[in-house]
């Protein structure tokens, strides 16, 4: 429960129980209360024991969390609770999405000891933690919001767990089914290379992904009965129904590596060479490029159908998303990248990607172009302001005074630049609209007149 009644900008935040007993409104009764923010409040299947997350201020969840476990006694109050994960003060974690089996077994997802988020189980009787499956490659995504479903359960006999779950790695994401005692994981084939929520119900998976072809969508992924392979694969929904009679103009993604100011440090970006069917560029020219950075800025952003991107790639452009240090998708080291440094990082390897495409002779030197939106917007006019590298951009709705962003944003992210910036003097250094006098090449601005950051 958010209460807004007395501070609608610095809402107290409790889990709470509402009684359905009888008919009188109450005020519901606060179970869980202290903490700055709480998610994931699950019951077991009996009603005897609450998992739920918590983080404090200054921490974004994906900083430092700690997943807790509350015993319920018969008047519906927590008598006892014992945390789970992110008390050990010598393990920097962020355990995220708790879930009970049917059997009562407590699962989640946490990024200690490799730095990526893997599957874990809880073993109550000595209140420890199993990996079920280490990997470096990240099983579930930052919590921007709630209700993120990146593994489910699928019914199974014994005293396994059949664990239907995505993982990305290397720049894509994969499906597929884990076995908790045998510590292994089976792959699905399915055509999605970005997948974002996952349900099963009995031999079915419903999968929320995209690809290079399909736009985002909605698809039915039937198991056979060993539950180990796929018997078909139907989309039941999806954003952009007609897309694919212009799939011969579409421009396939290629995941490139670049290498960043930082010696041994690399980035990544999804690179989109002009396509278009009836025209034919000469092979003396370079294409003009628009490099997009993309929001959060602590996402990612992936390879899947983009019709905004594909709009350019259709007229003769390339276009390069950048992951750029800070970005999720790469494990928490390459997150942390950002600490203390946006507007430094990130305006850094947008600039080195761009550099590194005209180096490879997949772009115009003379025609480099910038783009992005909120947190992306702050990196284009960053970059506009402090760098030569580029000859135009567009700021969407883009953050220029970082000092007006920190006084005026939500509760959620009050405190989200305090690790992201520093002190005062970096919030007026790297502020663009301090540094108006630094522009020098066209820039256009789409902006909300509402919106004072």
């Not at 992210?413 to 790297?430: A, C, H, M, P, T």
Request: glycine share 8%.
């Amino acid at each position: 429960m958010e209460d807004r009644r007395e501070s609608s900008t610095n809402a107290t935040t409790t889990i709470v129980a509402v009684p359905l007993s009888d008919n009188t409104i109450q005020e519901p009764k606060i179970l869980v209360s202290g903490n700055d923010f709480y998610a994931f409040p699950r019951l077991d299947s009996n009603g005897e024991r609450i998992a739920w997350l918590e983080w404090s201020h200054p921490n974004m969840p994906w900083d430092k969390s700690q997943l807790w476990v509350g015993y319920i006694s018969e008047n519906g109050d927590i008598y006892k609770r014992v945390c789970v994960a992110g008390s050990d003060p010598t393990i920097v974690e962020s355990p995220t999405e708790p879930k009970w089996s049917s059997k009562g077994e407590l699962f989640f997802i946490t990024d200690r000891k490799n730095g990526f988020w893997n599957l874990f189980k809880w073993i109550e009787s000595k209140n420890e933690v199993l990996p079920l499956y280490p990997l470096n490659a990240e099983f579930t995504k930052p919590l921007w919001v709630f209700g993120i479903n990146s593994y489910d359960f699928i019914e199974s006999n014994g005293d396994k767990n059949l664990i239907a779950c995505s993982y990305r790695q290397n720049g894509r994401s994969y499906l597929g089914i884990l076995n908790d005692t045998q510590h292994s994981l089976s792959l699905l084939d399915i055509p999605f290379t970005d997948i974002d929520n996952i349900s099963s119900w009995k031999h079915t998976l419903i999968v929320e992904g995209a690809s290079a072809t399909h736009p985002s969508s909605v698809a039915k992924v039937i198991l056979d009965n060993c539950k180990l392979e796929v018997v078909d694969f139907k989309i039941v929904w999806s954003a952009s129904t007609d897309s694919l009679k212009y799939e011969s103009y579409f421009s396939s993604p290629e995941l490139i590596e670049f290498p960043t100011e930082v010696s041994g440090q690399n980035a990544y970006a999804y690179y989109y060479p002009p396509s278009n069917p009836v025209y034919q560029a000469s092979s003396e020219e370079k294409p003009p490029l628009l490099l997009k950075s993309h929001g959060g800025p602590t996402s990612e952003t992936d390879g899947s159908l983009n019709l905004s991107i594909q709009y350019w790639t259709s007229r003769g452009w390339a276009v390069v998303d950048v992951n750029y240090g800070g970005s999720t998708g790469y494990g928490r080291e390459f997150r942390e990248r950002l600490l203390g440094s946006w507007g430094i990082v990130d305006v850094n390897d947008c600039c080195s990607c761009a550099k590194f495409l005209v180096e490879s002779g997949k772009a115009d030197p003379e025609r480099l172009c910038i783009t992005g939106g909120s947190a992306g917007g702050y990196t284009t006019l960053a970059a506009l302001a402090f760098r030569d590298t580029f000859k135009a951009g567009a700021s969407l709705y883009g953050v220029a005074d970082l000092s007006l962003l920190r006084a005026e944003t939500h509760k959620f992210e009050s405190r989200y630049l305090d690790n992201l910036v520093g002190g005062e003097k970096e919030y007026f250094e790297r502020s663009p609209i301090n540094f108006v006098d630094k522009f020098s090449c066209p820039i256009i601005l789409f902006q909300g007149l509402e919106d004072k950051v």
